[in-house]
């Protein structure tokens, strides 16, 4: 039997949709929630490594890094998947999630992946280390992600 974990990575790319003017609070915020939230449930690794990420954000005083690492063993959890398999599946599905940002009116869209695949440095998983790199383009809505208290529980210490 193939665990829930293992059947995301094989599926196609979602978009979230986001007409988005560059510090719209209010739309971010529900975007994130309809969109991010409700598609990654707190339980799953994937939820845990953007919360890490987000929470990285705000102790740097909202500042984007150019990358961020994390041992393996700070956003897995022990259970029927190995921590390599649950970050393996992670990483597909951040690498799936796309951004379309539209403004109809003036007749833009433009399509923005969250993982910037662009540099020497790559997402991925060493020796359990994981490294993120994410689009510069979507800094300013990481930005505003990062202050959404609510959305943010406090990373828990990995047991």
């Not at 915020?29 to 919360?51: A, S, Y």
């Not at 991925?124 to 979507?138: I, Q, R």
Request: proline letters at 8%.
């Amino acid at each position: 039997m193939t665990s829930p974990l293992r059947r995301l990575p094989f599926s196609p790319p979602f978009v979230l949709r986001l007409a988005y003017d560059e510090a719209d609070f209010k739309l971010v915020r529900t975007h994130w929630n309809r969109n991010f939230v409700r598609k990654f449930p707190p339980g799953e690794p994937v939820h845990r490594l953007m919360v890490r990420v987000l929470h990285q954000i705000r102790a740097d005083g909202y500042v984007i890094r150019e990358y961020y690492l994390f041992p393996l063993e700070e956003v897995t959890t022990l259970g029927a998947d190995t921590r390599e398999e649950q970050m393996y599946c992670a990483l597909h599905q951040l690498d799936a999630v796309m951004f379309r940002f539209e403004a109809p009116a003036l007749r833009q869209y433009h399509v923005r992946r969250l993982l910037d695949d662009t540099k020497d440095r790559q997402t991925g998983c060493v020796d359990g280390v994981v490294t993120l790199l994410f689009n510069p383009a979507l800094r300013n809505y990481l930005l505003n992600v990062a202050q959404l208290d609510e959305v943010l529980p406090a990373p828990r210490s990995a047991s």
